[in-house]
């Protein structure tokens, strides 16, 4: 395994484990590979009934556009409206609970009100999404 997906999969776990600890939930869990029907990193998240899609990114190079475009391709194989990226943030460990929840998690204005507004639909008239 290359160090660049070791560093990966040390971050999955420590997500999923930081999940599992804060949600109270052991059915959260690593994803397996889908190939271009990957359906995100962590699965096993549902808010609402509604499946959340989590993408974890551990790179050097922060590129929040390509990560969450990934993550948002990813929540429509899901049929989530719900895609979350988790980021690797710099010089913030990831071996204790406290540095594993110290990561970045990064999503839309958008995705972050239906999360306020408890999965129910946005606005007067929200079929699903798209523009207000």
């Known amino acids: 395994m290359s160090r660049q997906k070791q560093k990966g999969t040390r971050l999955e776990t420590a997500v999923m484990q930081y999940m599992q600890w804060a949600l109270g939930d052991n059915g959260i869990h690593r994803e397996t590979l889908h190939g271009s029907a990957d ?8 808010y609402g009934g509604e499946p959340v899609t989590i993408e974890v990114k551990n790179t050097a190079r922060l590129d929040l556009a390509a990560h969450y475009r990934e993550a948002e391709v990813e929540a429509g194989n899901k049929d989530s409206v719900l895609p ?26 958008e995705t972050l009100c239906r999360l306020l507004n408890h999965g129910l639909p946005l606005g007067p008239d929200d079929a699903g999404g798209g523009e207000p």
């Open 39 to 46: 359906v995100g990193d962590i699965g096993g998240v549902y």
């Open 84 to 109: 979350i990226l988790i980021q690797k943030r710099a010089r913030t460990g990831i071996d204790t609970l406290e540095g594993a929840g110290g990561q970045w998690a990064v999503m839309t204005l």
